[in-house]
């Protein structure tokens, strides 16, 4: 005799793990990005937001409770995928200066230059007027993750005598825009960027800056 055995019943799911909330996070902030591009920040939503991701309006608001802070974080999660190596840059020992901020300028001009970021850039250009808040944290962000780490690199090598004593955020500054202003402008100008065009100006910055503070030795 055959038995017939009962349909088992789906096992109920509880809270989502950790892990798996940071999967779900992430995907959020990337669908936020994808509205925030097409739809400018004044006329996204949390609603448009949610509807991307595939989530409820209330999942997003027990995370974020306002829409500025989710565009914080989705900027926010931009710098972050640089900064890791930024970071360890800053730390190193064993390259030359030259290389380690060959390496800087060469990190921040790509992700500088990402369409994603290019597209980000130019929400936060045309909507300035009204939404002031967003360059100020754009502005903040920036600091935390280039600015500083840049800083922290020149200041040692200053400590070290290698370069000449100035201020290093207004030096840092300084190789910042020698090496992106121009990529960055091409970008929103809908040119292609090419690594070959990032390596070209990287070199030229970081060549002006050494030849312009190296430290001069004397015997």
């Known amino acids: 005799m055959t038995v017939k055995r009962k349909p088992r019943k789906p096992a109920k799911r509880g809270r989502p793990r950790l892990g798996e909330m940071a999967v ?11 509205v925030f591009l097409r739809e400018g920040y004044n006329s996204a939503s949390i609603a448009k937001i949610a509807l991307e991701a595939g989530v409820s309006n209330k999942t997003i608001y ?13 900027l926010r999660d931009r710098f972050e995928k640089s900064w890791e190596r930024i970071d360890s840059l800053a730390a190193g020992r064993d390259q030359s200066l030259e ?11 790509r992700e500088a230059t990402s369409p994603m970021a290019v597209g980000l850039y130019r929400v936060l250009i045309a909507e300035n007027p009204t939404a002031k808040v967003l360059s100020e944290i754009y502005e903040s962000i920036r600091i935390a993750h280039w600015d500083l780490p840049l800083s922290q690199i020149l200041q040692a090598s200053m400590e070290k005598n290698k ?8 030096l840092g500054r300084a190789l910042y825009h020698l090496a992106i202003s121009n990529l960055r402008e091409r970008a929103l100008l809908g040119h292609r960027v090419t690594q070959a065009d ?10 002006t800056i050494l030849s312009a503070y190296s430290k001069i030795q004397t015997t």
């Open 62 to 74: 027990t995370q974020y409770p306002s829409k500025v802070e989710l565009m914080a974080d989705v």
């Open 24 to 34: 779900r996070w992430k995907a959020i902030l990337k669908a936020a990005a994808r």
């Open 163 to 170: 370069l000449r004593r100035v201020n290093p955020q207004e």
């Open 198 to 207: 990032i390596d070209r100006q990287s070199a030229f910055a970081v060549d």
């Open 99 to 109: 290389q380690v901020l060959l390496e800087f300028t060469k990190e921040v001009s």
